[in-house]
């Protein structure tokens, strides 16, 4: 089928509308109509990434509704409304099979190639092959996705709300939820408030924690935090962040703190101000350059935890709809999150509020495509 696509040809370059060739899906995969998609730092990220593989469809923020499936799909039907996953997993695997699906190799082969999990593509440009994007390549009309790729979410569900689940959504509510196991009562930092740490703060908060404190260097950012449910902001430019924490915690430090700034530093200080027997968990991705440092005197001494959590162990069939539903119960804010809308022929307006000072970084440009 042909139909609209926003392409990257070069690296860095404005995107440009094409007409472009969507081959049918073969076994275990779906043609889902795109019916929302957020636009991700990731996707500018990877708009000036010289290992993209080019010319592709950038977008892995879905949600839209199952058109055909191919044979042997079994976990959606035509007519269901999905949210896309860009982990999808093999459900075999050693990994999958305890469960860890987040950990599961199968997608990052495909994932770095720009093709899907079979290794070919379904994408082609005037007769030139055109590479997928995190497996989803949502900036189109139409995409053909593994089957593992689709959460059927309720009706109820609007489009636009569940296009950001399957990204900072789900990574930040499991960051607190399955991968810190935030439990009632405890106290919390969060560091690093954008896209992923305002969905920590939600997740600690509906996981019954008592002090959810929000640490970050930008005081816009904090006041936001507080509208997401954080109970007490720490400024880390001002003062020592340890000793701060310690001070809102009776002196022993917070139960959890969670890491999403992919900084090490903020991430070796999230760890010291971890109460004994506590947890840190490290979400952010770190510049690979880098190495985490970590004080070594008494570490054997106090217990701690130490875990990085890829995706915030969430598995997108057991999570996402909980996230779903605890948004249709008014617990849980993604109206928030989306910050304007526009068509897909304004996505490079999109791409230019990245570079906006004013641009708040916690919610996302949304291209709907007329759905409810
Ligand atoms: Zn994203
Ligand atoms: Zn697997």
Not at 128 to 150: G, I, Q, R
């Amino acid at each position: 089928m042909k139909m609209k696509a926003v392409v990257m040809t070069e690296i860095g370059a404005p995107l440009r509308i094409e007409e472009v060739e969507l081959a049918e899906p073969k076994a275990n995969e779906v043609l889902v109509k795109i019916e929302a998609t957020g636009v991700c730092h990731s996707d500018l990220n990877a708009l000036h990434d010289e290992t993209t593989p080019i010319p592709t469809i950038l977008g892995h923020e879905g949600s839209g509704i199952v058109v055909e499936v191919g044979p042997n799909v079994k976990n959606v039907k035509i007519g269901d409304k999905v949210a896309l996953s860009w982990v999808p997993f093999c459900g075999t695997c050693e990994f999958c099979q305890t469960g860890q699906v987040n950990l599961c190799e199968s997608a990052f082969g495909p994932m770095f190639e720009g093709t899907l999990l079979d290794g070919t593509t379904r994408l082609s440009l005037n007769g030139e092959k055109v590479y997928h994007n995190s497996l989803l390549s949502t900036f189109a009309e139409y995409t053909v996705v593994p089957e593992m790729s689709c959460v059927k979410l309720p009706d109820e569900m609007p489009f636009a709300q569940a296009s950001l689940i399957g990204c900072g959504v789900a990574t930040g509510y499991g960051a607190a939820v399955k991968a810190a196991k935030v439990t009632p009562g405890s106290t919390v930092a969060i560091f690093g408030i954008g896209g992923v740490g305002v969905n920590a703060i939600q997740g600690a908060r509906i996981a019954g924690a008592s002090k959810i404190i929000a640490c970050d260097l930008k005081e816009q950012n904090l006041e936001i935090a507080k509208t997401f449910g954080a109970t007490h902001t720490v400024n880390v430019g001002e003062g020592n962040v340890v000793e701060m924490l310690k001070e809102l915690t009776g002196g022993f430090g917070v139960h959890f703190a969670i890491d999403c700034s992919g900084n090490t530093n903020a991430a070796s200080t999230a760890w010291q101000a971890t109460r004994k027997g506590g947890t840190t968990v490290v979400v952010g991705a770190f510049n690979p350059k880098r190495e985490l440092t970590l004080p070594a005197n008494g570490f054997h001494r106090v217990g701690k935890n130490l875990k990085g959590s890829f995706y915030g162990d969430v598995h997108p069939f057991l999570d996402f709809p909980i996230i779903a539903e605890l948004y249709l119960d008014g617990k849980f804010k993604l109206d928030e999150l989306v910050l304007s809308r526009i068509q897909l022929e304004d996505i490079n307006k999109a791409f230019d509020s990245f570079h906006n000072q004013c641009c708040v970084n916690v919610g996302r440009t949304v291209i709907e495509f007329g759905g409810k």
